[in-house]
């Protein structure tokens, strides 16, 4: 039988965990917390904001802290008799030890002076025990072969950014800056500009803390109208973090030059395009390079996005989100379409007024737009899937285009032609007007709205340096187009 060699181990690539340890815990500053807000309402006003059920260790410490919180919500009385009809309510007065158990929590103190400090180190300890569980979690994780690095490396990120939440408190309002930060001058900018004036004036500016839903069929230029925003903004100095669920980065990249040059989008995919306009492509990639624009074009759970968009804001601060489109943001565990829709919708309302950004997200609606008769304009109840949507946008806007329709005329006493036309259609407005904007619209080149024409000499000659085949043709020698040139004898409505 053959003996086996001894062999020395690299104790330093060996994880020691010490079994047997309890989760740290403070069961006894539970119970006197517990007790404390069934002998004395004022303790739970104190604790209000910050008492959550999961922040208790043992489960029949989170029924009772559960039923008080639902009771205080309720502005009911909190005592010994209703917090134990809460529980009986909620099927877990047996659970807890019945009403013996919270007789004896109210033994435990005579009054609530100390809760506010007891209940901090039930917070900590809450704290430790996930830091713990995130750990844990990382390290399986990280042993197995099958795992992205990178995507764990968010999850870690996203742990810890909710880990971290918990720690802020809100701040009491202060009315009087609250007061001070109200401005009737009309050269303060109140918000982020649009690349169309008369949304500015007539539809309002967009705010930041806002929703915006783009919303229409396939075909009708959802991904287009927000390219003129997206470069106006980059113009401006903004910064932008895009997600592109549906297309690449590059061929999002595309479409802002297409914009940018005039050179239409399909000739760039195709990769049809002439050694002068090839020049055009790359001084406007320069430039894009040039500015604060984040695209991620992978698929995505809320709360990545949420966590990408905080990293940037802590970096390079953040004014803008778009999410192209709501639909294909990974779903959430749910009973069907609608709720989970509804969370996801929920949440982006919250993530642009915690971000203080204005986040744009893009929205399919449903086929019953198609079953109407003669005119294909959509409604508020034709947002897919969830009416959770409508409730939670600030501005939901509309586009459409009879032209795909083969509609050759508009519905109007004018009757002129749509061709190379569309209708933006604010259905709800917090800021403004509830209103339809006709545009010209050219889909080829992502043009919607506006005659800008970027004079290339704007750019910058230092962005002549992205490729080396620019040096050869200095930025005077290229003349950009004229509105004329680019669009022939089409007019801007």
């Not at 079994?19 to 209000?48: C, H, N, S, T, Y």
């Not at 990280?142 to 995507?151: H, K, L, M, N, S």
């Not at 999410?323 to 919250?350: A, T, W």
């Not at 080829?444 to 005659?451: A, F, L």
């Amino acid at each position: 039988m053959q003996q086996l060699k001894p062999f020395n181990a690299d104790l330093g690539n060996i994880i020691n965990f010490e079994k047997g340890k309890l989760p740290p815990q403070a069961v006894d500053l539970e119970e006197a917390v517990l007790g404390a807000l069934m002998i004395d309402r004022k303790g739970f006003e104190d604790i209000r904001e910050i008492l959550k059920p999961e922040h208790f260790y043992k489960d029949q410490h989170k029924y009772i802290s559960e039923a008080i919180k639902q009771l205080g919500n309720e502005e009911n009385n909190i005592d010994l008799l209703t917090v134990s009809q809460k529980l009986r309510q909620n099927a877990k007065l047996d659970l807890v030890g019945g009403d013996y158990y919270l007789i004896q929590l109210t033994q435990k103190v005579s009054s609530s002076a100390h809760i506010e400090s007891h209940y901090k180190i039930i917070q900590q300890k809450y704290l430790q025990r996930e830091l713990i569980k995130l750990s844990s979690e990382t390290i399986e994780k990280a042993y197995d072969e099958q795992t992205d690095v990178f995507e764990l490396i968010d999850e870690i990120n996203l742990g810890l950014s909710n880990i971290d939440n918990e720690t802020e408190v809100e701040q009491m309002p202060d009315i009087n800056q609250q007061i001070n930060e109200i401005s009737f001058d009309k050269n303060a900018q109140t918000g982020l500009k649009s690349s169309i004036d008369k949304i500015n004036t007539d539809f309002g500016e967009w705010q930041r803390g806002d929703l915006v839903i783009i919303a229409g069929r396939p075909g009708m230029g959802k991904s287009s109208v927000i390219i003129p925003e997206i470069v106006n903004a980059l113009k401006n100095d903004e910064t932008i973090c895009l997600f592109s669920l549906e297309m690449t980065s590059k061929a999002f990249l595309f479409r802002i030059t297409s914009f940018l040059t005039g050179i239409e989008y399909g000739k760039m995919i195709k990769k049809d395009v002439s050694k002068e306009e090839e020049k055009y492509i790359y001084i406007a990639l320069a430039w894009i390079k040039t500015k604060k624009l984040f695209i991620f074009d992978k698929s995505y759970a809320k709360e990545n996005i949420k966590n990408k968009c905080e990293k940037i804001k802590k970096k390079h601060s953040l004014d803008r989100v778009y999410i192209d489109h709501i639909g294909l943001i990974v779903k959430p565990k749910g009973n069907n379409n609608n709720e989970k829709m509804g969370q996801i919708s929920n949440d982006l309302k919250r993530f642009a007024k915690t971000l203080n950004v204005c986040l744009f997200a893009l929205s399919q609606l449903s086929r019953n737009v198609e079953q109407r008769g003669s005119s294909k304009r959509p409604l508020l109840s034709d947002l897919r899937d969830s009416g959770e949507i409508e409730q939670d946008a600030d501005i939901v806007v509309f586009c459409y285009r009879p032209e795909y329709y083969k509609i050759e005329v508009w519905d109007d006493m004018e009757a002129l032609p749509t061709n190379n036309t569309m209708e933006l259609i604010f259905a709800k407005n917090r800021n403004g007007a509830v209103d339809n904007l006709r545009l010209n619209c050219y889909i080829s080149t992502q043009r919607i709205g506006t005659k800008t024409f970027y004079d290339f000499e704007d750019l910058g000659q230092k962005t002549l340096n992205y490729k080396a085949e620019i040096k050869e043709a200095p930025i005077y020698e290229i003349k950009p187009a004229t509105t004329e040139e680019a669009f022939g004898n089409q007019h801007f409505l």
